[in-house]
């Protein structure tokens, strides 16, 4: 499901003008080695750990968007040389290899802390650090047997058609709002795989 819709997504972002090209290129190269290590680890843990791992650290991540948001001075951006995104890169293509798409949810308030991008901005990075790393997680899961083609199929044909809406929406609102609504999917996320059997 994921393969088309980031990278449909990505280039919608794209067309809106919301990816920096230096960045972006940084996230993906240095993130892709990372995500092959990452996914051969995952595949030969238990599902169940993996999943309630995966909450906690969504959890961990929605919990410090919304301190940013809050705190005093937390509206200030940071710019750090374009560099460092190699670090973001490395452990976001590790957490998107080993959790599927760890990467991009802590790149999007990595980009937004470190490097001063806005909310849009840091969720088209997020794309790029995990659109090459996509393929290779599942070529990695399929490898190994852990890939249900025909749902990850229907999932992704019916993502295909709605993500053009979610980058346009996201374009259009305001840096609180849109931050609101990245931290409350978060917590909705992380409470749908804690709430799994």
Request: hydrophobic fraction near 55%.
């Amino acid at each position: 499901m994921v393969v088309p819709n980031v990278v449909l997504g990505l280039w919608r972002y794209y067309q809106k003008k919301s990816v920096n090209v230096r960045y972006a290129l940084t996230l993906a190269c240095s993130a892709l080695p990372f995500t092959y290590a990452g996914a051969r680890f995952a595949t030969g843990l238990p599902s169940a750990p993996l999943r309630i791992a995966f909450a906690v650290f969504i959890l961990t991540v929605a919990a410090y968007v919304f301190w940013k948001s809050v705190a005093p001075g937390g509206t200030q951006r940071a710019a750090a040389p374009w560099y460092w995104a190699t670090l973001v890169g490395a452990v976001g293509g590790t957490l998107s290899g080993f959790f599927s798409v760890g990467g991009a949810t802590v790149a999007v308030p990595a980009m937004s802390t470190f490097f001063g991008m806005m909310q849009a901005a840091a969720q088209s990075m997020g794309l790029a650090l995990v659109a090459p790393g996509t393929f290779v997680g599942l070529a990695t899961f399929a490898l190994a047997g852990d890939v249900d083609w025909r749902t990850g199929i229907a999932l992704g044909v019916g993502g295909v058609f709605a993500v053009r809406y979610g980058v346009d929406l996201a374009v259009k609102l305001p840096e609180s709002r849109l931050k609101a609504h990245f931290e409350l999917f978060l917590v909705c996320e992380a409470a749908g795989l804690l709430a799994h059997r």
